[in-house]
């Protein structure tokens, strides 16, 4: 009798079972690694948005001098207000201030794309030339936990510096 060529045959079940662990493990490894991917895909999404604002406000008071020169739109921690001499006729015009004020009305507005978003506009005039500061601050909590090794909910972590900002200075 030939017992050899009897036992060569196939896998055995926990061959097979040991493949499906290693597999199974294998594959929680790149889906781990693709959550990942999406979340810091998601943090710099919002950098993005904070420098398309910073830009944008930078655009606004470019287009109104007299005004960013003027420091009126340096922000004291009190809202725009929206101006109604905007979007009706031409024989409305608005003054230079009612614009920064309306500018900076739409930015606040705009600023809630991003999570817990704030904007700073500092604008300073020394011999002649007029520096603008924007700042453009969002809460980053979820990219931030991600990369700082805290562990998900319902773990408790805490968290400092997750607020991400973006600075933009230039001159007028």
Same mark, same amino acid.
């Given at each position: 009798?030939?017992?050899? !060529?009897?036992?060569?045959?196939?896998?055995?079940?926990?061959?097979?079972? $040991?493949?499906? *662990?290693?597999?199974?493990?294998?594959?929680?490894?790149?889906?781990?690694? *693709?959550?990942?991917?999406?979340?810091?895909? @998601?943090?710099?999404?919002?950098?993005?948005? %904070?420098? *398309?604002?910073?830009?944008?406000?930078? @655009? !606004?008071?470019?287009?109104?001098?007299?005004?960013?020169?003027?420091?009126?739109?340096?922000?004291?921690?009190?809202?725009? !207000?929206?101006?109604?001499?905007?979007?009706?006729?031409?024989?409305?015009?608005? !003054?230079?201030?009612?614009?920064?004020?309306? @500018?900076?009305?739409?930015?606040?507005?705009?600023? %809630? $794309?991003?999570?817990?978003?704030?904007?700073?506009?500092?604008?300073?005039?020394?011999?002649?030339?007029?520096?603008?500061?924007?700042?453009?601050?969002? @809460?980053?909590?979820?990219? $931030?936990?991600?990369?700082?090794?805290?562990?998900?909910?319902?773990?408790?972590?805490?968290?400092?510096?997750?607020?991400?900002?973006? *600075?933009?200075?230039?001159?007028?």
């Amino acid at each position: 009798m030939n017992r050899s !060529s009897n036992t060569a045959r196939g896998f055995t079940l926990v061959e097979v079972l $040991v493949a499906l *662990i290693v597999l199974s493990l294998g594959l929680l490894g790149i889906s781990s690694l *693709i959550l990942n991917a999406l979340k810091a895909n @998601d943090s710099s999404g919002m950098r993005t948005q %904070a420098i *398309i604002l910073a830009n944008s406000m930078l @655009d !606004s008071m470019r287009g109104n001098i007299p005004a960013a020169t003027g420091g009126q739109y340096n922000t004291t921690g009190g809202p725009g !207000s929206a101006t109604n001499c905007v979007n009706v006729a031409v024989s409305a015009q608005c !003054s230079a201030s009612q614009i920064a004020n309306n @500018d900076i009305y739409n930015w606040e507005k705009k600023l %809630a $794309v991003l999570p817990a978003g704030t904007g700073n506009i500092a604008a300073s005039t020394v011999t002649g030339y007029t520096t603008v500061t924007i700042t453009v601050q969002w @809460d980053d909590t979820r990219a $931030v936990s991600v990369f700082s090794g805290c562990p998900p909910a319902p773990a408790t972590c805490t968290l400092t510096g997750t607020t991400q900002s973006v *600075i933009i200075q230039s001159i007028l």
